[in-house]
């Protein structure tokens, strides 16, 4: 018998293969991680070069998970093409800087899915929405 997945429970998954249609760049979940570090320093930073992060920087934030600075590295170029990020020489390695904003993002997500799933009708997404907060209030 095979096991059926459900593609809520695996939003990574899922947003990783997006349909070339859409307006959201598929990203995968390290993809994903790299950019919440990169937010997150842009979110700190008291000026736009502070926010400039270099590829053992990020590794260094994402501390926890067992990766490779060459990971991190790839991980950052494919960012690269993908235009979410910019990068900057300095000295021997390059500085990156997320071009695309959280909320930005988010936003674009919730358009991909309201045209994918409700036909561009918001007010489904708007009751689903609603539903999530009120039983996660209740757990």
């Known amino acids: 018998m095979t096991q ?6 695996q939003p990574l998954n899922w947003l990783a293969g997006r349909p070339r249609n859409s307006r959201t760049p598929a990203l995968g979940e390290r993809e994903l991680a790299v950019m919440h570090a990169l937010w997150q ?4 930073a008291s000026a736009p070069e502070a926010a400039m992060l270099s590829a053992q920087q990020v590794l260094e934030r994402m501390a926890g998970e ?11 170029e494919r960012l690269c093409r993908k235009a979410l990020v910019a990068r900057q020489k300095q000295a021997r390695a390059y500085l990156y800087r997320p071009l695309l904003a959280r909320q ?3 936003s674009s ?9 409700a036909g561009g009708d918001v007010a489904p997404m708007v009751s689903g929405f609603m539903d999530y907060l009120s039983a996660s209030r209740d757990d």
């Not at 059926?4 to 429970?9: A, E, G, K, M, V």
């Open 109 to 117: 997500m919730l358009h991909d899915i309201s045209q994918d799933i």
């Open 41 to 44: 320093a842009e979110s700190h």
């Open 66 to 76: 067992p990766l490779a600075l060459s990971t991190i590295q790839s991980t950052l």
């Open 104 to 106: 930005d993002l988010i």
């Open 4 to 9: 059926r997945i459900n593609p809520l429970t």
